[in-house]
């Protein structure tokens, strides 16, 4: 099973589009306790729109916005639009986004 797990995180890796990594670290992702319950939200129920995030994770709608543009960028989660609302998916095919979502679903 590790094995696996150091071989899905490799051909991550070297299949990235744009040829850069991403250099976001664990650190920063896991700074904000603000950020920490919108991921665990987003890895239990995947699509959420910007509102509902707000009220489950019990953070204003300008703070909510601020930790989804970080972890957009960082590329845990995406960003869809439908004219003016958005809905916030978790990006399960990430495999730091899964790892994290494994590490919510034991640590709970």
Same mark, same amino acid.
């Given at each position: 099973?590790?094995?696996?797990?150091?071989?899905?995180?490799?051909?991550?890796? %070297?299949?990235?589009? /744009?040829?850069?990594? %991403?250099?976001?670290?664990?650190?920063?992702?896991?700074?904000?306790?603000?950020? #920490?319950?919108? !991921?665990?939200?987003? =890895?239990?129920?995947?699509?959420?729109?910007?509102? =509902?995030?707000?009220?489950?994770?019990? !953070? %204003?709608?300008?703070?909510?916005?601020?930790? !989804?543009?970080?972890?957009?960028? =960082?590329?845990?989660?995406?960003?869809?639009?439908?004219?003016?609302?958005?809905?916030?998916?978790?990006?399960?095919?990430?495999?730091? =986004?899964? /790892?994290?979502?494994?590490?919510?679903? #034991?640590?709970?």
């Amino acid at each position: 099973m590790y094995n696996s797990f150091i071989k899905e995180i490799t051909d991550e890796e %070297n299949s990235s589009k /744009s040829g850069k990594k %991403n250099q976001t670290s664990i650190e920063e992702v896991l700074s904000s306790k603000g950020r #920490i319950i919108i !991921l665990k939200t987003l =890895a239990e129920r995947e699509e959420l729109n910007i509102s =509902a995030i707000a009220r489950i994770a019990n !953070l %204003n709608h300008s703070t909510t916005t601020q930790h !989804l543009k970080f972890l957009t960028k =960082a590329g845990l989660v995406q960003e869809k639009k439908f004219g003016r609302i958005k809905i916030f998916r978790y990006r399960i095919e990430n495999t730091k =986004a899964r /790892s994290l979502k494994r590490l919510f679903e #034991i640590w709970d």
